[in-house]
């Protein structure tokens, strides 16, 4: 928080001008959409001002409501999520829990339980407005539009920020996996060196 006291009649016109360029400093950072406004998260803000993008993923719309990097957040994140029909999550696992909420469209969530050399064949569960989905720790997963209009989810993550290991097929060995970290929502903020943990 930043107070200023302007207008007392010893105030120099150096000092109301650092005051000025203090607050405008201020308020670039956290509240005009700065890249990475890590001052914090405030108490009520409009989801339509968010910033959402792709990241680079054909059919994807991602906005990071509460973040760990973005935001500061200790023990949750939570993401909209907006996927066109057809496009899908990679084949992916991390080390926390994850719980979406179905806002609207329907889907599909492959779920392997991840206890061998490699995750295997996933079971299949049909998503829909809705319906909420839990995804335990290490379980490799993915989530698919497979209907016709688009799919939008509210997405929960613990102990963020996210470590994702992603594969090319549910056969690829865990040891093959790849760590995205920072992942892609990250990776302009997070500014702390890399550790593979493999």
């Known amino acids: 928080m930043i107070v200023i006291s302007v207008g007392s009649a010893s105030s120099s016109p150096i000092a109301a ?17 700065a890249p990475c406004p890590i001052n914090g998260l405030p108490i ?3 989801i339509s001002d968010l910033p959402q993008d792709s990241y680079g993923r054909p059919g994807l719309s991602h906005m990071t409501i509460a973040g760990s990097v973005l935001h500061g957040m200790k023990e949750v994140e939570i993401w909209l999520q907006t996927f066109a029909p057809g496009s899908e999550t990679p084949i992916h696992r991390h080390s926390c829990e994850e719980v979406f909420v179905v806002l609207k469209g329907s889907g599909t969530l492959y779920l392997a339980e991840t206890h061998g050399n490699f995750p295997g064949k996933p079971i299949e569960f049909p998503i829909f407005a809705n319906s909420t989905l839990h995804i335990p720790i290490n379980d490799a997963h993915q989530v698919k539009n497979t209907g016709h209009e688009d799919l939008q989810v509210l997405v929960i993550i613990s102990r963020p920020p996210i470590k994702v290991f992603t594969y090319d097929d549910w056969f690829m060995p865990h040891t093959a996996a790849r760590l995205k970290f920072p992942y892609y929502w990250d990776e302009q903020c997070l500014q702390e060196s890399l550790k593979d943990e493999l």
């Open 44 to 46: 009520l803000r409009n």
């Open 17 to 33: 001008v650092f005051s000025a360029a203090l607050l405008l400093f201020y308020f670039s950072d956290t509240t005009l959409g």
